[in-house]
């Protein structure tokens, strides 16, 4: 049975790797939690040519997600899930490189958390149908980035990992089955 968050925490500190996935371009984004404050440890972005063949491309997004996470070994993963659009040629590429993202977090046994789009924006913006540049704002604000000038997919990233420490402080996903909430709250098990 994997860890629960508690358990995965080096004191107060949990750090985690938020995926903005995409075949052309993967957002990455290093986010470490002290306490109440979140700092960007690194970011960057996975970028693949045009003509590359999608299995080498899946590869290189493999590989380097595999990189990321013995260099900065994040406690937990988070990824923005499939957006449905109507090209449905696109969201079977966007699949593709989700997949290749999910199967290096599994082989790392890290715990893997998905987010809608909408569900990011609402999370770090207020509003589901915040725009990119909207996000980029709060996630450069929330950060403390100052003019530290961050791309789309970066701050897509830097997101969806703010988005995943925020639901972790929420009460109903501090418990994510019946069993560990009830280990953590025998009181109100009726007998």
């Known amino acids: 049975m994997p860890p629960s968050a508690t358990d995965r925490r080096s ?32 970011s960057g972005e996975i970028v693949n040519a045009r003509g590359t063949p999608m299995a080498e491309r899946l590869l290189t997004i493999h ?11 994040p406690q937990e993963f988070a990824i923005e899930s499939a957006f ?10 966007l699949g593709h490189a989700r997949g290749v993202c999910l199967l290096a977090a599994a082989e790392q046994k890290l715990p893997t958390a998905e987010y809608s789009p909408r569900e990011v924006k609402k999370a770090v913006v207020g509003n589901g149908n ?5 996000v ?25 990992a703010l988005c995943h420490l925020q639901r972790l ?12 909430y009830v280990e953590a709250h025998p009181e109100r098990v009726r007998r």
């Not at 915040?130 to 909207?134: F, I, R, T, V, Y």
């Not at 402080?169 to 560990?180: E, F, L």
């Open 169 to 180: 402080d929420s009460p109903t996903q501090r418990h994510r089955d019946w069993k560990s």
């Open 11 to 42: 004191g107060d500190r949990l750090r985690v790797l938020g995926i903005d996935p995409g075949t052309l371009v993967t957002g990455f984004a290093v986010i470490e939690r002290r306490g109440s404050t979140a700092a960007l440890l690194s």
């Open 84 to 93: 449905y659009g109507k090209n449905a040629q696109s969201a079977l590429k």
């Open 63 to 73: 590989a380097r997600i595999k990189l990321l996470l013995t260099t900065y070994r």
């Open 136 to 160: 980029r704002f709060m996630v450069t604000s929330l950060l403390k980035l100052g003019k530290t000038p961050i791309n789309l997919d970066v701050s897509d990233a830097a997101a969806v």
């Open 130 to 134: 915040a725009s990119k540049e909207q």
